[in-house]
């Protein structure tokens, strides 16, 4: 058998995954592996100016696109730079496999330079998080790491090379298909008993609502969840972050749960009698995982790929294990057997709630002020995204108006913090989504605050070409906690006003495209503009300071 460098093999074997882009930035312990990538086409280095932007790309890419991804970062500080994202990728169930350098194994825990104990540092954010202890075994520890970051409701995995396992060593250069060693379809279906007791309860039901969960998305069961719905007339409500999980065009779609989601969502969810969590572990801020949203009387069918998830927050009528798609076909086939109920009253009911959601949206459309309200961005934004848009949006309190306004038809075209949080995920997030789905238009919604945490990537964008639009809403602070001090600190604001460059021509400066908008009339045709741009752009749009009335304590339910 010929041999190869082990920098190569490692490449080879991201290259038998299908790998296209390895996001990373360069140092000694990781060189062996990065230019074995010289002169290949397949599969991109594609480098950022700091590691968190790696990460948080990775994770835009592996979630546009549903496959995993790669990162490669060097040994202490540059590693330890990509835990934010990783963490992200954690709480988003995103399969993203982190390739780490690390010192040689003679200089391991002995305090040395650029070292520390990554292996522990990883373990809580990472489905598998290792150390190689020998050449020969890394391709295997790899397939390990594929298969841990692709089983079940999938994450991270964290893979830690000393560099002299790879310096002139050479390996077996016999390749393996990723069928063999990792299963390559995971469609699990629902117990057959616990199927004919959940269909037996919704065929009861007055007032269903199916709560589409984010196991929707990954296990592709939005058509599913659809045929579902239509045959028993059940109220479609999305997680909360998980918009994009069944279209919101539907009839029977009422909008999305959470503060900053639709309140007719929540009155849905308050009415129904029989929920259907279709691959959803009834998320903290759909629910608040007390019983004021959800009524103590309704009946809860929770079905999650994850035995773990179930049960887990509420009490469940019948708990399913099982992959949403194939679960929901199930349901179908069982309920379709007998007569249905045309649930006349409760279609009228959800028709009420979707018009008086879209009165109270379009009456937004009025909103006067300069600069504008922050709201008064949104009817503009739905004249001009198409509907295969992808939207990812950062946190603060003005880009989370969106949870509420956008509308979302295609899964795998709405990103957010997905429960972590992260202030500045947003802009190198939407990198990852355009290159994970090229053919698809990407924006990024981000405040003031949120984008100068990786505003350096524009730099990234410019030199690998990544036509993404960004749109900064600049209120000048950071709105979300300043809205928090107004209300429950008698407005001694600290630390949450900003001076801010102009973003336009920041963006100007690294060679994108800029664009400043103040007037709601010219932002439609700006963005369609920027959308057709081969290159990256900002659009930089002031809106006024905006304190919802519904702000909840630090600690509390409100979330950003
Ligand atoms: C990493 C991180 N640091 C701090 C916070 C707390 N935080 C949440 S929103 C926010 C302000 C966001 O400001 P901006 O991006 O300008 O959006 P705005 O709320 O003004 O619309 C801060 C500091 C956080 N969520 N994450
Ligand atoms: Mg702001």
């Not at 010929?2 to 360069?26: D, T």
């Not at 010192?103 to 954010?125: C, H, I, M, T, Y």
């Not at 129904?272 to 959800?294: C, E, K, P």
Request: with cysteine.
């Amino acid at each position: 058998m010929a041999s190869i460098s082990a920098g190569q093999a490692v490449i080879e074997a991201l290259g038998a995954e299908g790998v296209e882009y390895i996001f990373g930035l360069v140092g000694t312990t990781t060189n062996t592996m990065v230019t074995a990538l010289y002169g290949r086409s397949d599969m991109r280095f594609l480098d950022t100016r700091h590691e968190e932007g790696a990460a948080f790309m990775a994770y835009g890419y592996t979630r546009a696109s549903g496959k995993p991804a790669v990162c490669m970062t060097t040994s202490g500080p540059g590693s330890i730079n990509l835990l934010t994202g990783i963490a992200l990728a954690y709480k988003g169930r995103a399969p993203v496999v982190v390739i780490a350098g690390d010192v040689e194994r003679s200089k391991l825990d002995r305090d040395g330079a650029q070292s520390f104990d990554l292996v522990n540092l990883f373990k809580p954010v990472t489905c598998l998080a290792r150390h190689a202890h020998q050449t020969e075994r890394i391709p295997q520890m790899l397939h390990d790491a594929f298969r841990a970051a692709l089983a079940g409701k999938r994450g991270p995995a964290f893979i830690n090379i000393p560099r002299d396992l790879l310096e002139n060593q050479t390996i077996d250069a016999a390749l393996a298909r990723p069928s063999s060693y990792r299963p390559v379809e995971l469609r699990m279906p629902g117990d057959s008993d616990a199927i004919r007791r959940a269909a037996e309860v919704l065929a009861q039901a007055q007032r269903p609502l199916l709560l589409a969960g984010g196991g929707v998305i990954d296990g592709e069961a939005s058509a599913e969840a659809v045929a579902l719905a239509d045959l028993l007339g059940m109220a479609l409500v999305p997680s909360y972050g998980h918009n994009d999980a069944v279209p919101n065009s539907h009839a029977l779609f009422v909008g999305t749960p959470g503060n900053r989601g639709a309140p007719e969502a929540l009155e849905a969810i308050s009415r129904a009698d029989v929920i259907l969590a279709l691959g959803s572990r009834l998320n903290q801020h759909t629910t608040h995982w007390n019983y004021s949203t959800i009524s103590a009387k309704t009946r809860i069918i929770q079905v999650d790929i994850d035995a773990q998830e179930v049960g887990r927050n509420y009490a469940v009528e019948v708990g399913i294990v099982g992959d949403a798609k194939t679960v929901a076909q199930q349901l179908v086939q069982a309920l379709r057997a007998g007569k249905q109920d045309q649930r006349a009253a409760w279609r009228t009911e959800i028709a009420a709630l979707k018009a008086r959601r879209k009165a109270r949206l379009e009456a937004e459309q009025s909103l006067a002020g300069d600069p504008m309200m922050p709201q008064r961005v949104f009817p503009e934004l739905r004249k001009a995204l198409p509907a295969d848009c992808m939207v990812t949006l950062d946190a603060g309190i003005a880009p989370g108006l969106t949870y509420d306004r956008l509308v979302f038809e295609l899964p795998r075209t709405f990103f957010n913090y997905s429960g972590h949080g992260g202030l500045g995920m947003g802009y190198a997030v939407g990198l990852g989504t355009k290159l994970g789905r090229p053919e698809r238009p990407a924006i990024s919604i981000q405040g003031d605050g949120g984008f100068l945490y990786t505003s350096q990537e524009i730099n990234t964008a410019v030199r690998h070409r990544i036509p993404l639009v960004s749109i900064v809403l600049n209120n000048s602070c950071h709105g979300a906690e300043k809205a928090q001090q107004q209300r429950h600190f008698d407005a001694r604001y600290v630390g949450v006003d900003l001076i801010n460059p102009r973003f336009d021509r920041l963006a100007e400066v690294y060679g994108a495209r800029g664009f400043y908008v103040t007037r709601p009339q010219d932002i439609a045709e700006t963005v369609s503009a920027a959308l057709k741009l081969d290159g990256p752009s900002v659009i930089e749009i002031p809106v006024a300071e905006y304190f919802p009335a519904a702000a909840k304590l630090p600690g509390g339910a409100a979330g950003h």
